[in-house]
């Protein structure tokens, strides 16, 4: 007989807020509820909760405060970032440099400025989702105003070569934007030693609050202000600040960070648990993105003749929460960008599954996955329309 469990595996998608986090955020709901703005102690507070909270994040990017402007999460840092940079570097140029395996929050971004007028080339990737910098060198032109790549993917969890790619840019003296989401307390993420201008991050991906993010500008970039109104973040993104959600998120990253050296090798360690264990007990399987230069928390395969969407039916009837790919796009029926982009063929990115791992999970968490997703494939298998054709 199956255990019915309770196993959450999408930690791409979310993460719990750590209870460490709800506490240090709890009162500057109620009796710290001061507008930072104000002129009395009790604003005073929330005015020091937000400024530590911003050395926090300082601190674990290796940036400085004032170059830390608080955002309602990874999608407003990256729309910034983008969106900022193309209105002040419009009369240098028009041409932005991405990838085609961009989270939606940055190819929905630069899908909007084509259709201002600027131009957008999406640089194509290799079978494992890596960019190659040469391929950035080529891309480049006199009109080229900005370089965004991520730092790590968000679907199959491939890194990329950050720091080599930005140095191409800065060659041609392009700033060089990162989607940073997914590595914050996965690997080290220094602005220096990615040599980072902007930088995106999200509270939620690492056991912080929904709708808090950050976005790191180096000194002296250029980028227009994002939101018009007040003062706040030195009038560059107007609007009274989320106090407690910028509280958690200093606190959740500090704790992610202080965390990674004993955390990620954990993850790991499970995570290739987990693809040896699928790739041994299912035939017909293979791993997508990169065998090693990848997120210690992510697993991504794709089974043939079968629906993701079928899979994940049967796991969450069982017990276990997982995704296809992104959670943006798991109401659609498009296959996922990102592993048709990496050359995989529509059916087997349509029958991909991916598990994240995060801090809550245990070996036996793994030992069910294992335990209970061959049987779901094999029966799936035999009533799939797909396996005759084959
Ligand atoms: C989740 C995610 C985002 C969006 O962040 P939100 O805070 O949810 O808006 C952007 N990029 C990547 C890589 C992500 O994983």
């Known amino acids: 007989m199956e255990r019915k469990r309770s196993v959450y595996m999408d930690h791409a998608a979310t993460t719990p807020v750590r209870p460490e986090v709800a506490r240090a955020m709890l009162p500057y709901f109620s009796e710290r509820f001061g507008n930072p703005s104000s002129l009395y102690s009790l604003a005073r507070e929330a005015k020091e909760a937000v400024e530590e909270a911003r050395e926090h994040v300082a601190a674990a990017i290796g940036a400085s405060p004032e170059e830390i402007f608080f955002t309602s999460g990874g999608t407003e840092a990256d729309n910034w970032a983008i969106k900022g940079t193309a209105a002040a570097s419009r009369k240098k140029g028009d041409h932005i440099v991405t990838s085609s395996i961009e989270h939606h929050a940055v190819l929905h971004t630069c899908r909007s400025l084509e259709k201002q007028g600027y131009r957008v080339t999406y640089l194509p990737v290799d079978g494992y989702g890596r960019v190659e910098p040469e391929r950035v060198e080529e891309a480049i032109t006199d009109a080229t105003i900005l370089v965004s790549v991520m730092a790590a993917n968000n679907e199959i969890g491939t890194i990329q070569p950050i720091r080599a790619i930005a140095e191409v840019a800065h060659d041609h003296t392009i700033p060089f934007h990162t989607d940073a989401v997914q590595a914050i307390g996965a690997f080290p993420a220094d602005v220096d030693e990615m040599r980072a201008d902007l930088l995106a991050i999200s509270a939620h991906k690492f056991g912080g609050p929904k709708g808090t993010g950050a976005l790191y500008i180096r000194r002296g970039t250029r980028i227009t202000t994002f939101m018009d109104g007040g003062a706040q973040e030195r009038g560059r993104r107007a609007g009274t600040e989320n106090v407690p959600g910028i509280v958690g998120l200093g606190r959740a990253i500090e704790l992610a960070v202080a965390g990674m ?130």
């Open 261 to 390: 050296p004993r955390n990620a090798p954990r993850l790991a360690a499970m995570r290739d648990r987990l693809i040896r264990g699928i790739l041994e007990a299912i035939p017909d399987t293979r791993l997508n993105g990169h065998p090693t230069e990848r997120l210690p928390n992510n697993v991504n395969v794709a089974f043939r003749y079968v629906e993701g969407e079928s899979i994940l039916l049967m796991l969450d009837a069982l017990g276990v929460a997982a995704s296809t790919g992104s959670a943006c796009t798991s109401a659609s029926l498009e296959p996922s960008h990102v592993l048709t982009s990496c050359g995989l063929p529509h059916e087997e990115a349509h029958g991909s599954l991916r598990l994240t791992l995060g801090y809550a999970n245990t070996g036996d968490d793994v030992d069910y996955v294992l335990e209970v997703l061959p049987g779901i494939i094999e029966r799936l298998r035999a009533i799939s329309p797909l396996r005759g054709e084959a």
